[in-house]
Structures are given as C-alpha cells and as structure tokens.
C-alpha cells in the first residue's frame, strides 16, 4: 500500500526550497530544477500543489562562485518529515551532488531544502524544520512569498510576508551591508 492509500496518513502541505547554481555533465542549472520538480512530484503519495517563479540570485558563500536559480514549489504529502527528507537527498545525489568535495556554502548542481512540513517543529541530528535559515534568507523568502504570503511559519508565528519585509527593512539602510542574495534581473 502507498501512503497515499493508506487512510491512517496524514496529508500534509510542506514547502520545499530549490537551488543549483553549478551545471554538470547532467546537465544545466535548470535542467536540475526540472528534475527535481519532476521527481518530487512523482513521489509516493505526493502532488505538486504549486510552484513559484524562478529567480536568478547572486551567490551567498565563499567568493568565486556562479549565480543561483532559486525557487520554491508546495507539495501535499503523506510522507513524513524524515521520509520526504531522504527522498530529497537522493534527489541531489542523482544530480551529481556530491557533500563531500564541497566546501560550506559552496556551488552545487542541486540542493533541495525541507522548509517547512505542516505545522511540525522538529530539532534532530539531520533535520530541523522549519528549516533554521529560512527567516534569513531572500533566495527562499522572495520564492515562498509568491506562493504562500500568508502562510505562519510554526514556530516562528509570523507571516512569510512579514518575514520578507522585516529581512528587508533589516538592510534597506544600509545598501553595502546587505544581503547579496536579492534576486536580481538577470
Ligand atoms: N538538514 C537538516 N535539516 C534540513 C532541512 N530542513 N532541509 C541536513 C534540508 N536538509 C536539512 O545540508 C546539510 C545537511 O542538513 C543535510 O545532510 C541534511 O541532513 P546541505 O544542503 O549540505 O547544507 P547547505 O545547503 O550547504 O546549507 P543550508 O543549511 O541548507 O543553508 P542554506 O542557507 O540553504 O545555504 N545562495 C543563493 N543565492 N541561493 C542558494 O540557494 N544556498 C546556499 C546554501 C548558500 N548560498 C546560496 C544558496
Ligand atoms: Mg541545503
């Protein structure tokens, strides 16, 4: 039976982030975007619900490394937290992520991160959800404000919306301070 058979699931709306910022001989950055898009939809017990736009964003990492495309995609899931995760870390390694060879923060072909899993809150070896940077970040914000302004992140008890607004009245003062992960237009 898959846990979309099984009445005894829940389903649940989660919120995953998608980034690539390297291409490989799988292919471009968008390529692994729509890989991923593909695979997660396919899921067991998984349906894609909606999906943001895709943002170019400057680097946020060590200097020397190529422009992100960033988005963010809701799913509803009966997979739990831990379930979706390991899903999503094969997802990367199928792209040729490799975490060994990589410095933090450094480029990836693909890095898929668990935003937010209905209303857990959970703090484990391996997995914290909500995920703990998201309120920091405007490569995951601008995304998940496009597609679920409203929505309060657990834990937090403030709006996506808010949380974009307060990240950018953080640094609108102070431009050369700021973050250098806004979407840009290229
Ligand atoms: N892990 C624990 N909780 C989670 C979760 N909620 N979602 C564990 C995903 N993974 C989670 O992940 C390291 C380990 O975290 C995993 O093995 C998993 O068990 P990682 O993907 O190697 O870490 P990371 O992505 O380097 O860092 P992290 O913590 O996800 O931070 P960020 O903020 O996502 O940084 N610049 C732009 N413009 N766009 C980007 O997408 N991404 C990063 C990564 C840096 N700069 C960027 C971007
Ligand atoms: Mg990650």
């Known amino acids: 039976m898959t846990p979309s058979e099984d009445p005894g699931k829940l389903v649940v709306r989660a919120y995953i982030a998608l980034g690539s910022n390297l291409d490989s001989p799988a292919g471009d950055r968008q390529s692994h975007l729509d890989y991923a898009l593909e695979q997660l939809a396919a899921l067991p017990g998984t349906t894609l619900d909606e999906r943001s736009s895709v943002l170019h964003t400057d680097p946020v990492g060590p200097p020397g490394q190529g422009p992100y495309l960033n988005a963010v995609i ?39 991160d668990l935003l937010i899993h209905g209303d857990r809150i959970i703090r484990e ?62």
């Open 74 to 112: 809701a799913v509803r899931t009966a997979l739990g937290p831990r379930e979706l995760l390991d899903a999503m870390l094969a997802i990367e390694r199928a792209r040729g992520r490799d975490r060994t060879s990589e410095g933090r923060w450094g480029p990836r072909t693909l890095d898929l």
């Open 125 to 186: 070896p391996g997995l914290i959800v909500p995920h703990p940077r998201l309120h920091e970040r405007a490569f995951v914000l601008e995304p998940l404000a496009q597609i679920a302004p409203d929505l309060i992140v657990p834990g937090l008890g403030v709006t996506v919306l808010a949380l974009k607004r307060r990240l950018h009245d953080a640094f609108k003062d102070s431009p050369n301070d700021g973050p250098n992960d806004r979407p840009n237009d290229k």
